[in-house]
């Protein structure tokens, strides 16, 4: 048996291999002919085959460690569960060792998996969340001068009276210096890292080498749609222009859409004139990381305010624009001061929106099953959690199990009448919870990612980028987010019944409704006040 296995072990190794160097030359001419330079492009090429050959032994170490160290245990056993654990371990870290020595969209797809809460196994998580946001290359002054000349034709200190050649942030595809324009403007300048258009197209084939041929040996392992996302959204996220026209859009709709909040929410303005595709010169912002919570109370802001906020600003996007920014981590929103004050006199926050390079637009008939489904969600509904699960591409024999991706909560919270029931407490007991659904129902949970449309997989990893920001602001998830999400949910759902009513009985059943969903987040309010009664009284 044990021969047997070698055997198997070293075809499967020859096989990764071969099919590594067949597509070292069908990448490398894909990365020429998508060159904007070719001349350059051929000198870059000399990197590709290293990068391809890289790509090709981590992915046959990866499986050739799963099938050799999971083969002959049996299945449930406590044995099979902690080896699992320690080859997920071992190939999550050979996994981030490959994203850092290559680097561009090999980081943006680190990112994307450390976002990925219980839909990826919790060591890939953990592994790439703690080293992928704070770890990124920096591209030397003389990189960024040669982006400079190729986009506007001069080196930083011509374009600017003052250009710090230091950046004061790194990123998977650009990185932020701070200038002063020749009028005496404070800006921030992101200037992309030298070469990321030139490489993408030999990397996205590279990356595929990983992701199908893990697929092809696991077929329970089916991240292609992480792949085909990436595919789809790195050309508009490589253009800055793009990202400039975004937050302006952005902007627009708070402005005519949710103009009840549209002065707490905010994006640096652009300087066209000094922006290109590269090149991306904006409004410097002041102001404390939403998860620096000391920072927002030196600003005299309460944390528990900015996560309402932070809450309101995200449903009014996903539920009422359909035009949402999908890369909320920590490091892109920005807390200070709004100039206003609520009853305490405290300062009321303003919400400042970076990075918009990453935006998914929602259909009406997408949006409209979203926003239901949410609402049915914080309403504890199971048989609209059921219909609009199914509408949204989970079928009738996965709807528990998306619900309970969405929420971070067992079934049987889901469906709990309690108005705090998708309340999570962030208790050891609750990780454990959700972890053994991770891994129990591991299989589903690739072919729930499967089947639903790519634009609600956007959607999850949102999800799981502002429940890390609340977690992070009050240490869990609060009643009042969720009371927010209801409220906001419920809203787009009846503006859009009552954008498609035809007659007087159904303008009354709309009215009804409306009339419901108010009375019950009333009695939702009620319980969140009694609730916070009772804990300031244990105090």
């Given at each position: 048996?044990v021969?047997?296995?070698s055997?198997?072990?070293?075809?499967?190794?020859?096989?990764?291999l071969l099919?590594?160097?067949?597509?070292?030359?069908?990448?490398?001419?894909?990365?020429?002919a998508?060159?904007?330079?070719?001349?350059?492009?051929?000198?870059?090429?000399t990197n590709?085959?290293?990068?391809?050959?890289?790509?090709?032994?981590?992915?046959?170490?990866?499986a050739?460690?799963?099938?050799?160290?999971?083969?002959?245990?049996?299945?449930?056993?406590?044995?099979?569960?902690?080896?699992?654990?320690?080859?997920?371990?071992?190939?999550?870290?050979?996994?981030?060792e490959?994203?850092?020595?290559?680097?561009?969209?090999?980081?943006?797809?680190?990112?994307?998996?450390?976002?990925?809460?219980?839909?990826?196994?919790?060591?890939y998580?953990?592994?790439?969340?703690?080293?992928?946001?704070?770890?990124?290359?920096?591209?030397?002054?003389?990189?960024?001068?040669?982006?400079f000349?190729?986009?506007?034709?001069?080196?930083?200190?011509?374009?600017?009276?003052?250009?710090?050649?230091?950046?004061?942030?790194?990123?998977?595809?650009?990185?932020?210096h701070?200038?002063r324009?020749?009028?005496?403007?404070?800006?921030?300048?992101?200037?992309?890292?030298?070469h990321?258009?030139?490489?993408?197209?030999?990397?996205?084939?590279?990356?595929?080498v990983?992701?199908?041929?893990?697929?092809?040996?696991?077929p329970?392992?089916?991240?292609?749609w992480?792949?085909?996302?990436m595919?789809?959204?790195l050309?508009?996220?490589?253009?800055?222009?793009?990202?400039?026209?975004?937050?302006?859009?952005?902007?627009?709709?708070f402005?005519?859409?949710?103009?009840?909040?549209?002065?707490?929410?905010?994006?640096?303005?652009?300087?066209?004139?000094?922006?290109?595709?590269?090149?991306?010169?904006?409004?410097?912002m002041?102001?404390?990381?939403?998860?620096?919570?000391?920072?927002?109370?030196?600003?005299?802001?309460?944390?528990y305010?900015?996560?309402?906020?932070?809450s309101?600003t995200f449903?009014?996007?996903?539920?009422?624009?359909?035009?949402?920014?999908?890369?909320?981590?920590?490091?892109?929103?920005?807390?200070?001061?709004?100039?206003?004050?609520?009853?305490?006199?405290?300062?009321?926050?303003?919400l400042?929106?970076?990075?918009?390079g990453?935006y998914?637009?929602?259909?009406?008939n997408?949006?409209?099953n979203?926003?239901?489904?949410?609402?049915?969600?914080v309403f504890?509904?199971?048989?609209a959690?059921?219909?609009?699960?199914?509408?949204?591409?989970?079928?009738?024999?996965?709807?528990?199990?998306?619900?309970g991706?969405?929420?971070?909560?067992?079934?049987?919270?889901?469906?709990?009448?309690?108005?705090?029931h998708?309340?999570?407490?962030?208790?050891?007991?609750?990780r454990?919870?959700?972890q053994?659904y991770?891994?129990?129902?591991f299989?589903?949970?690739?072919?729930?990612?499967?089947?639903l449309?790519?634009?609600?997989?956007?959607?999850?990893?949102?999800?799981?980028?502002?429940?890390?920001?609340?977690?992070?602001?009050?240490k869990?998830?609060?009643?009042?987010?969720f009371?927010?999400?209801?409220?906001?949910s419920s809203?787009?759902?009846?503006?859009?019944?009552?954008?498609?009513?035809?007659?007087?009985?159904?303008w009354?059943?709309v009215?009804?409704?409306g009339f419901?969903?108010?009375?019950r987040?009333w009695?939702?309010?009620?319980?969140l006040?009694v609730l916070?009664v009772?804990?300031?009284?244990?105090?």
């Amino acid at each position: 048996m044990v021969r047997a296995s070698s055997m198997a072990a070293r075809a499967l190794r020859t096989k990764l291999l071969l099919v590594g160097s067949a597509l070292c030359g069908g990448s490398g001419a894909a990365f020429i002919a998508s060159s904007e330079d070719p001349s350059r492009s051929l000198k870059l090429c000399t990197n590709i085959p290293v990068r391809l050959f890289r790509n090709t032994l981590t992915a046959a170490s990866i499986a050739f460690d799963y099938e050799y160290s999971l083969s002959g245990l049996a299945e449930g056993s406590s044995e099979k569960a902690k080896v699992k654990h320690e080859v997920h371990l071992r190939s999550a870290q050979k996994l981030q060792e490959l994203c850092f020595k290559n680097g561009g969209i090999y980081i943006k797809l680190g990112q994307h998996i450390g976002q990925l809460d219980y839909l990826v196994p919790e060591e890939y998580v953990h592994t790439m969340r703690d080293s992928m946001l704070n770890k990124c290359p920096v591209s030397s002054y003389e990189q960024v001068c040669e982006v400079f000349k190729k986009e506007v034709g001069e080196t930083p200190d011509k374009v600017f009276a003052e250009f710090d050649p230091v950046p004061i942030a790194s990123a998977s595809l650009a990185q932020v210096h701070v200038a002063r324009t020749h009028g005496g403007e404070k800006v921030a300048v992101k200037v992309q890292h030298a070469h990321m258009t030139d490489t993408a197209a030999a990397d996205t084939a590279a990356v595929g080498v990983i992701v199908n041929t893990l697929h092809r040996i696991f077929p329970s392992f089916d991240y292609r749609w992480l792949l085909d996302e990436m595919s789809e959204s790195l050309p508009k996220e490589l253009d800055f222009l793009v990202e400039a026209k975004n937050s302006e859009k952005c902007l627009d709709n708070f402005r005519k859409m949710s103009p009840h909040i549209a002065e707490y929410v905010y994006a640096p303005a652009v300087y066209w004139n000094l922006s290109s595709s590269k090149l991306l010169t904006m409004e410097f912002m002041d102001g404390a990381q939403v998860n620096d919570v000391a920072k927002i109370k030196k600003l005299g802001i309460q944390p528990y305010e900015v996560s309402k906020l932070v809450s309101q600003t995200f449903a009014e996007m996903m539920f009422k624009h359909g035009f949402v920014h999908c890369d909320p981590h920590a490091a892109n929103l920005i807390v200070r001061p709004s100039g206003k004050r609520n009853i305490y006199g405290k300062q009321k926050p303003q919400l400042v929106l970076l990075d918009h390079g990453l935006y998914k637009e929602l259909d009406f008939n997408t949006r409209f099953n979203y926003a239901s489904l949410w609402k049915a969600l914080v309403f504890s509904d199971a048989n609209a959690i059921k219909q609009h699960s199914a509408k949204l591409g989970a079928g009738d024999d996965l709807y528990v199990l998306f619900a309970g991706i969405l929420t971070m909560r067992p079934w049987k919270q889901v469906i709990n009448t309690s108005a705090d029931h998708l309340v999570i407490k962030g208790t050891t007991e609750d990780r454990s919870e959700l972890q053994m659904y991770a891994s129990q129902y591991f299989p589903q949970i690739s072919e729930l990612l499967r089947r639903l449309p790519r634009v609600i997989l956007l959607m999850l990893k949102t999800n799981d980028c502002l429940r890390s920001v609340n977690n992070e602001l009050v240490k869990g998830s609060s009643l009042e987010s969720f009371l927010i999400v209801g409220k906001v949910s419920s809203e787009a759902v009846l503006e859009a019944k009552w954008s498609q009513k035809k007659s007087l009985v159904q303008w009354l059943k709309v009215w009804l409704e409306g009339f419901s969903v108010e009375a019950r987040l009333w009695v939702m309010q009620f319980a969140l006040w009694v609730l916070q009664v009772r804990k300031a009284l244990t105090l």
